[in-house]
């Protein structure tokens, strides 16, 4: 396996290591402009802002992200490696008024039921060692997938999940209150090994609302934090291809996307509204200095 997605098997044993959870986001038009609260930023004598989007052009800066369509399979990967339903489309993206808004729906679409988007900052924004940060509203609803998260540029210790895979923020939308951050790496699939934890709200859903993600990836440690409250930390990992800290010290790319059905939350039911919408309101990227 590669860049480009995760193998089924992989997230099978997710399933058992983690009770997974969901994140919302009703759908409807791009969200007007609300006056956002004042964030915090990391101390400018540890941290130095190196990339960032604040979505407040008409459209995807290409200088930054590249989208990326269809089902997977002209890489090998059918379903995206986990049986998902969706057609990637550069049609469900959207940039206005200083959001970007990736847009899932039912219809039919290159063979698939299901209509999303998917982008990259591959080879246009990639890092060894970073503080990541970005301000989103989930969707929600059973089958729903949202996920922001980094996969390796270069593949240096092997395929998929040798060379690691950061999940910042995953969410399935059968449990909108609940979002989860997990590393994969050990060997090649199915030799692959995950670890991680989730935070929950303690009132309300993600797709209420919009909250602030966190990960903090430095040399022999990763952070995971919501609205700026510190809930994971992981020190130990391992892959088959090199000696700790590898395979997390090597350079990473952003990914952002919202499945529809897969192996890890199931597929959508009667119960399931579309449209459904995971909005983004910037994306921060720092190092130290």
């Known amino acids: 396996m590669n860049e480009y997605g995760k193998p089924m098997a992989g997230l099978l044993l997710l399933m058992a290591v983690l009770t997974a959870a969901g994140a919302c986001g009703s759908g409807g038009e791009t969200p007007s402009s609300p006056e956002p609260p004042q964030e915090e930023p990391p101390d400018s004598g540890v941290w130095t802002l190196v990339w960032q989007d604040e979505f407040d052009g008409t459209s995807l800066d290409e200088n930054r992200w590249s989208v990326q369509e269809g089902d997977g399979c002209d890489l090998g990967i059918c379903g995206w490696g986990n049986n998902e339903l969706q057609w990637y489309q550069e049609d469900n993206l959207n940039v206005a008024n200083g959001f970007l ?44 997938w949202p996920a922001i998260w980094m996969l390796p540029t270069d593949d240096y210790y092997g395929g998929w999940a040798a060379s ?55 040399n022999g440690v990763i952070r995971w934090s919501v609205d ?14 090199g000696s700790f800290p590898a395979p997390f010290d090597k350079r990473f790319h952003l990914l952002l996307n919202v499945a529809v059905g897969g192996d890890l939350p199931g597929n959508p039911d009667s119960t399931t509204s579309f449209p459904q919408q995971m909005v983004v309101d910037w994306i921060r990227v720092y190092q130290r200095k």
């Open 228 to 241: 700026g409250t510190l809930y994971q930390t992981q020190t130990h990992w391992s892959t088959s291809g």
């Open 101 to 144: 808004t990736i847009t899932a729906r039912r219809e039919s679409v290159g063979g698939k039921p299901y209509s999303s988007a998917r982008i990259r900052s591959y080879r246009k924004g990639d890092w060894t060692y970073a503080r990541v940060e970005f301000r989103a509203r989930l969707p929600e609803g059973q089958g729903l």
């Open 164 to 218: 690691g895979e950061i999940d910042i923020v995953e969410l399935l939308g059968h449990e909108p209150n609940r979002v989860l951050g997990t590393l994969h790496y050990g060997g090649q699939w199915p030799a692959n090994q995950q670890s991680g934890s989730s935070f929950t709200l303690n009132e309300g859903t993600f797709s209420e609302d919009f909250h602030t993600f966190a990960l903090e990836w430095e």
